[in-house]
């Protein structure tokens, strides 16, 4: 069974629980997955993702601060992300 590989970006991202939530939920319904919490400042952001990307990260989430820089970054925006000015 292949592992699908997922992540939430943050800065700090170390205290999240984003990644023993999603264990849980993936040991529960039974799926191959890792979901890990990877620290990226926000002008390292954007080839932090491409990295992950890169290395087959089918994927992510983001939280603060970067929810502004993945903003930034998105092709398309619907018209909540447009007036907040941030996606997750």
């Known amino acids: ?19 023993h939530i999603h264990a849980a939920f993936a040991t529960q319904a039974g799926i191959a997955m890792d979901y890990r919490a990877i620290d990226a400042a926000p002008t390292e ?4 993702l491409d990295a992950f990307a890169t290395a087959d990260g089918r994927g992510a989430n983001v939280t603060l601060p970067l929810k ?19 996606v997750n």
Request: net charge neutral; charged share 10%.
């Open 45 to 48: 952001f954007a080839s932090a």
């Open 68 to 86: 502004e820089a993945a903003y930034m970054l998105c092709a398309t925006l619907d018209a909540r992300a447009q007036r907040a000015g941030a």
């Open 1 to 19: 069974m292949s592992i699908s590989h997922y992540a939430v970006f943050g800065h700090p991202i170390a205290h999240s629980l984003s990644p």
